[in-house]
């Protein structure tokens, strides 16, 4: 009998249900985002310096601590990649891992992941690839690192994940080489008995 009750009503009704089908969907994808980072990152504790230590040093001091069964040692930065046309792309962060990490296990989805003996390759995530298009899977590409140009080559690309942003991957101890840091380490990844 009232039509702008009836309208009122439907609407309410309409609004409830998409605000409820809304929230359920950022609520799932939030805990999809956390469990695809969780797959990543195989450590229990994680600590980034503001300088490079000796590995020997956190190695001595952490595994120490009770309860502690694993370490990595990895070396950060940030870098550009110098574009053909000589522009620079935004800030890409640069993580040297050692090539048999157990501490890190990406979802590849081409090429493949690095070796012991690999050097100068990077294997990027796909964040890196939406800012820069034109990097395929074989490219060269070349990437400014302490104020050096060098030039990688792209051996893999894998899922990134909106956490961490664009990311790319080194062998570690031929980045050491390269950056004059060997056996150095600005970031640690522990595992631990109890997850």
């Known amino acids: 009998r009232r039509r702008s ?3 009122f009503t439907m609407t309410t009704l309409v609004l409830a249900t998409t605000l409820f089908v809304a929230i359920f ?3 799932a994808s939030l805990f999809l985002t956390l469990d695809t980072a969780l797959k990543y990152f195989q450590f ?3 600590a980034g310096f503001k300088q490079a230590y000796p590995i020997q040093r956190f190695e ?5 601590v009770p309860g502690a069964v694993k370490m990595e040692a ?3 930065g940030s870098t550009f990649r110098v574009r053909p046309d000589g522009t620079q792309s935004k800030a890409i962060s640069i993580s040297a891992v050692p090539a048999t990490t157990i501490m890190w296990q990406p979802n590849m989805l081409q090429g493949r992941w690095l070796t012991p003996d690999d050097e100068d390759v990077i294997v990027v995530s796909t964040d890196v690839i939406k800012d820069n298009p034109d990097i395929k899977l074989g490219n060269e590409i070349v990437l400014k690192i302490e104020g050096k140009e060098t030039t990688w080559q ?3 690309i894998f899922q990134g994940i909106s956490l961490i942003g664009p990311i790319l991957h080194v062998n570690y101890p031929y980045f050491s080489r390269l950056t004059h840091n060997p056996d150095r380490s600005d970031f640690i990844g522990l595992a631990t008995e109890r997850h």
Do not use: C, H, K
């Open 5 to 7: 009750r009836l309208a």
């Open 25 to 27: 969907s950022v609520r």
């Open 44 to 46: 229990d504790i994680q």
């Open 60 to 64: 001595d001091a952490v595994l120490a």
């Open 74 to 76: 990895w070396a950060t």
């Open 154 to 156: 792209v051996i893999g």
